[in-house]
């Protein structure tokens, strides 16, 4: 099996473009040479809209502006303004996180993690309609957190970004210094193998005019690798303030995503996995002894799954539409289970059946309620940590998922996972790019966290059985990890069950262990007055019926 796809493998859906052009470093070079005064404007304009203080990074400011000589690359229209929401938004200067004088420790409550550094991994085009993936997301999610009030009961930390000893820890030494370093940091290296991985770099044209490492991934060689160590380092950060009981719990709206970076490839509009990075920092520097990962994005995590395939310390848990591998990236059936001392720890509930119907509601808490939390209480992790992808939610043509999942639904899966590692919860974003519906889904999920009253779930959705794809594909997930996890193995026959049903069961049998123990106490408290033998009649058991 090839348990982490094929890195190679494109898009299927309508991302995919055509010939792509490769292009030299000089064509690079002059490109960057005539858009460069205009990228500075327009990041001031946008500092500056944001009422703080203009910083002056290392990366944009300090480039030289006179002709002549070779500069490094930068990207004309990448400025985040241009992805931005309306100027009139009300929220919109709220943007940057205020850090009050605090000689006091954190509220112990719900994290967010947030900074417009992430805003400025942007492509030179400037146009959000030619890419999904783009800085939109993530202030508009932002923004609606501070509409409802949500923002104001969390700790909003900034985060940071992380080192490249950090990314190290998941991704080969070549990757991290190819996608981890810009022009100007690069000078600080002292690196002879730099150069030389540099040269093999390879670039290709967008239809767009952008540029990309593949042909939906695109890069900004200005910008990219600080907001893709950002990313990182800011789900580090909040892993670790929850791991030890600094926060609550927490999420981390970050961008660009990271389930599908492998160690040595960046792919899928993402460039480090910052979950699996956070993961092997929790192992490394905290010693945290067992730790869950479940990706709900409606995409495989095949980096994800790759990095932990045989390690039994980590518990990795993907829903993910699959088609028989026939969906981006292909990898992810239900018989990846992970090898060597990490067999059994790979689960994967790969959804077939294209979308006749779309999975939804039903179907994702039937997974939760059959495979998910029985197998993650039967592991009993120490943290959980979330690849929170809401690209199942409804809204994403058919292309990008197609499923029917509520903002309700992914509420009710983190209310669930809470239950989990005393509620050490860690969500970090990853795909999802309908901004209603992301904006929906992350403001459920952020007022679960908080401990909010969940919305109830429509008398329909209880009433519905899951249909009969998902049965299928749940069915053999439950038969393959059976081997693996004795706690599955009850729900092989009760997959069909509605929620209502499942409800009853549960109730039914808390009923009848409640009645076995009574029952048992009554008993031993008799043969102690009576002097009775231990060993009673089985007909004498006959008040368990009522």
Known sequence: NDVGGNPARARSESLRVGQHETLSSSQQAIQQQQQQHSFHQQAYLYESSLHRPVKRPLDVLTIPLMPGGH???????????????????????????????????????TGIVYDSVMLKHQCTCGDNSNHPEHAGRIQSIWSRLQERGLRNNCECIRGRKATLEELQSVHTETHVLLYGTNPLNRLKLDNRKLAGILSQRM???????????????????????????????????????????????????????????????????????????????????????????????????????????????????????????????????????????????????????????PMGDVEYLTAFRTVVMPIAHEFSPDVVLVSAGFDAAEGHPAPLGGYKVTAKCFGHMTRQLMSLAGGRVVLALEGGHDLTS?????????????????????????????????????????HVQSKYWTSVKQFASKVQYTLLEAQKHDRDEVDTVTALASLSVGRGSIAVAGNRPQEEPMEEDEPMSL
């Open 438 to 478: 992301i904006c929906d889904a992350s403001e459920a999920c952020v007022s679960a966290l908080l401990g909010n009253e969940l919305d109830p779930l429509p008398e329909e959705t209880l009433r519905q059985r899951p249909n009969q794809n998902a049965v299928c594909s749940l069915e053999t997930v439950i």
């Open 203 to 357: 670039f290709v044209m967008l239809p767009c005019g952008g540029l990309g490492v593949d042909s939906d991934t695109i890069w900004n060689e200005l910008h990219s690798s600080n907001a893709a160590r950002w990313a990182a380092g800011s789900v580090i950060d909040l892993a670790f303030k929850v791991a030890s009981r600094e926060l609550k719990n927490g999420f981390a709206l970050v961008r660009p995503p990271g389930h599908h970076a492998d160690p040595s490839t960046a792919m899928g509009f993402c460039f480090f996995n910052s979950v699996a990075i956070a993961a092997k920092q929790l192992q490394l520097r905290r010693d945290v002894r067992k730790i869950l990962i479940v990706d709900w994005d409606v995409h495989h995590g095949n980096g994800t799954q790759r990095v932990f395939y045989t390690d039994p310390n980590v518990l990795y848990i993907s829903l993910h539409r699959h088609d028989d591998g026939n969906f981006f990236p292909g990898s992810g059936a239900a018989d990846e289970v992970g090898a060597g001392n990490g067999e059994g720890f790979n689960v994967n509930v790969a959804w077939t059946g294209g979308l006749d119907p």
């Open 71 to 109: 500069r490094p690359l930068s990207r004309a229209k990448s400025s985040p303004a241009s992805a931005s929401l309306p100027a009139q938004e009300p929220s919109a200067k709220a943007m940057s996180i205020p850090m009050p004088e605090q000689a006091t420790k954190p509220r112990f409550t």
